[in-house]
């Protein structure tokens, strides 16, 4: 199979003589995989095809993240172990030639007259072919190629976004090119690199698409319909019609599936305890149909009802997407506040949902971006914050799209999350000391000029939004000794609490040391439920309670240094929680203190 390379450099093509002599002169090619050797501190297209080359052969059982590392270099050894080769852990042109993929054959297989007939006879036809979920934890790039990217392509092009009729198998510029219409599309972060953050979603979509909903129809749509975010016409007007029955939805009934819609849809997802994407699947419209109309104040902060308050903003629900007089009234209240310093310009954007964001969070209520009557009536008696920002250190108020989160000369818990992430990513070798000096500043440097981001050795948030996804593939999961059988409250406590004192360790999953998320997974696989591995997806797997509804065993979650769940604990009673905190270990805490009541996003229960 032919993989796409986008450059054309100098490459060694060697030939071997009947002799068995190796022969080397200099030429211009098209670099193929087999022309370079490869060995520990590499990290290519190469080492990723290298990767599953040996996991077709059984010998390396990994994430194929095209890092040539300690597990690689292993399993090459027991590769050429198996092949009667000189054990050195290096891939070399012997290595290569007992994989079947040797230089000579690699050199004549990139030739205009075998390219075309070798790619051929595994393409797959894209209408025919089955979209089918993929491993999430894989990061697939440009160069790479085989089955986890002959899969990737079916599934993006069963919803449109790769163009091709038919599978090729290498990552070139049409795979790329889906990729970041995908990302884009689904407001990712646009590299055109398939990693997590891509995959999840992509994963997401192809499970609604499969028709696992158990209802078979519905009024909305039918099993097979799904609607999302550009989408118009009658399915959409009567998936509108429905929503504002279960008052969920506000806007015009106009069969236009746009941002309002978009986001009635999350908020019908979350309260469901269903995946929230905000794409109207078959999942979606099954829950649809059984549901019921949620009363006025239910949603909190969120909700379309009616407010005690006479005023009659305090009656709007305004978000992303919102527009009007309004919107430019509450631009200018949270101006006057000191949480936003864009331009009144009447359109709820970025900015604004972020200056909404930052007061929520302030005020203590909760945090969704969404001015609704909650948020209205705390504006009504709030006093404007100090300049320094006061609600919690967030800098979004700067006015920047991409807002700082961490930056040269900071010195907390945060900057130690930020080199232990960047020490997994293979870019920082020093000790994680929680002080942002020079050496972290490369250290970010390198990373964003890897991944394509501005150089400027600041984190904003695509720089750590990027981070999070590189670095959380190296991430474990918790694999606690035994389990207790059925699942009792009682002991899931009392196994917490046992482990208080065990220090944190960031991507810890034993009681050698836990992060929040990993010590969330090992206490409840130990009392036989399985959660996901981070703060994020544990929140996306949970249905939500209301503080009020909160009970002993469900989980508390936090927004710290990144918009969203970020921070867990496991709720023990009486306004307490027990976590993993990254200065403290395993401790108990409480949501009324000032930094975690001003943190507090949300409880879960699963």
Same mark, same amino acid.
Not at 7 to 28: K, Q, Y
Not at 37 to 56: A, I, W, Y
Not at 587 to 601: D, E, G, K, P, V
């Given at each position: ?15 071997? +003589?009947a ?5 080397? +002169?200099?030429?211009?090619t ?12 590499? =990290? ?29 270099? $292993?399993a090459?050894?027991? @590769? ?21 993929t ?14 075309s ?10 209408? =025919? +072919? ?9 990061? /697939? ?35 790329r ?36 909903? =158990? ?25 509108q ?7 969920? @939805? ?18 019908f997802?979350? +309260? ?33 009802g009616?407010? &005690? ?8 629900t305004?978000?992303?997407?919102s ?5 430019r009234?509450l631009?200018?209240? /949270? ?5 936003? =310093?864009?331009?009144i310009?009447?359109? *709820? ?9 930052? *007061? ?15 948020t @209205? ?5 709030? #006093? ?5 920002g ?37 870019? @920082?070798?020093?000790? #994680?000391?929680g ?61 917490? &609490? ?20 990993? *010590? ?36 508390? *979650? ?10 867990n ?22 949501l009324?203190?000032?930094?975690? &009541? $001003? ?8």
């Amino acid at each position: 199979m032919k993989v796409e390379m986008s450059s054309v450099r100098t490459a060694v093509v060697s030939t071997v +003589a009947a002799t068995g002599v190796m022969f080397a +002169a200099p030429a211009v090619t098209e670099a193929a995989f087999g022309d370079q050797t490869l060995r520990v501190g590499m =990290s290519n297209s190469d080492v990723s095809t290298l990767q599953e080359k040996l996991k077709e052969k059984g010998h390396y059982t990994y994430t194929v993240d095209g890092v040539f590392g300690p597990l690689t270099r $292993q399993a090459v050894r027991d @590769f050429q172990r198996a092949n009667n080769l000189q054990v050195d852990g290096i891939a070399g042109p012997q290595t290569f030639g007992a994989l079947g993929t040797s230089s000579s054959s690699s050199s004549n297989s990139s030739s205009n007259s075998s390219s075309s007939s070798s790619g051929s006879s595994s393409q797959k036809s894209i209408s =025919s +072919a089955s979209a089918a979920q993929m491993n999430a934890s894989q990061v /697939l790039r440009p160069g790479s190629s085989g089955s986890a990217v002959e899969q990737l392509q079916i599934n993006l092009g069963k919803i449109g976004f790769y163009k091709q009729s038919q599978t090729t198998g290498s990552y070139g510029n049409s795979t790329r090119d889906a990729v970041r219409d995908f990302q884009r599309a689904r407001n990712l972060s646009v590299d055109g690199i398939a990693g997590p953050q891509t995959l999840g979603q992509l994963n997401r979509e192809v499970n609604a698409s499969s028709g696992s909903s =158990s209802s078979g129809s519905s009024s909305s749509g039918s099993s097979s319909t799904i609607l999302r975010s550009g989408s118009s016409g009658e399915q959409v007007r009567s998936l509108q019609n429905r929503l504002k029955e279960l008052n969920y @939805f506000s806007g015009s009934v106009n069969g236009s599936y746009n941002s309002a819609t978009q986001q009635a849809v999350r908020d019908f997802q979350r +309260a469901a305890g269903i995946g929230v994407d905000g794409i109207a699947g078959p999942q979606t419209f099954g829950a649809l149909e059984n549901a019921s109309p949620r009363s006025s104040g239910s949603s909190g902060n969120a909700s379309s009802g009616s407010s &005690s308050s006479g005023s009659s903003t305090s009656t709007a629900t305004l978000r992303s997407g919102s527009t009007g007089e309004s919107v430019r009234s509450l631009q200018r209240t /949270l101006t006057d506040l000191n949480y936003y =310093s864009g331009p009144i310009s009447s359109t *709820f954007g970025p900015q604004t949902q972020q200056a909404v964001r930052d *007061f929520q969070r302030a005020a203590g209520i909760g945090v969704d971006g969404v001015a609704g009557p909650q948020t @209205f009536r705390a504006l009504e008696n709030a #006093s404007p914050r100090s300049s320094s920002g006061s609600s919690g250190g967030s800098n979004a108020s700067s006015g920047s799209s991409s807002n700082t989160v961490l930056q040269h000369g900071a010195r907390n818990d945060n900057v130690r999350e930020l080199q232990d992430r960047l020490k997994a990513a293979g870019f @920082f070798s020093g000790t #994680s000391t929680g002080y942002f000096g020079d050496v972290t500043k490369r250290a970010v440097t390198q990373f964003q000029q890897r991944w394509g981001l501005t150089a400027d050795g600041i984190v904003t948030t695509s720089t750590w939004n990027k981070l999070e996804e590189v670095s959380s593939i190296h991430q474990g999961n918790a694999t606690p000794g035994s389990s207790g059988g059925g699942f009792n409250v009682t002991n899931l406590i009392a196994d917490a &609490s046992a482990l208080i004192g065990v220090p944190y360790r960031w991507g810890g999953t034993t009681t050698a040391g836990f992060d929040c998320s990993g *010590f969330i997974q090992y206490v409840f696989k130990q009392n036989g439920k399985n959660l996901p591995r981070t703060a994020a997806q544990q929140h996306a797997a949970g249905s939500h309670v209301s503080s009020s509804n909160r009970r002993v065993g469900d989980i508390v *979650f936090f927004e710290t240094y990144t918009s969203g769940p970020s921070h867990n604990g496991i709720y023990i009673g009486n306004g307490q929680f027990i976590h993993a905190g990254s200065s403290t270990g395993v401790t108990i805490a409480s949501l009324s203190s000032s930094y975690w &009541s $001003q943190r507090y996003l949300g409880t879960r229960r699963h």
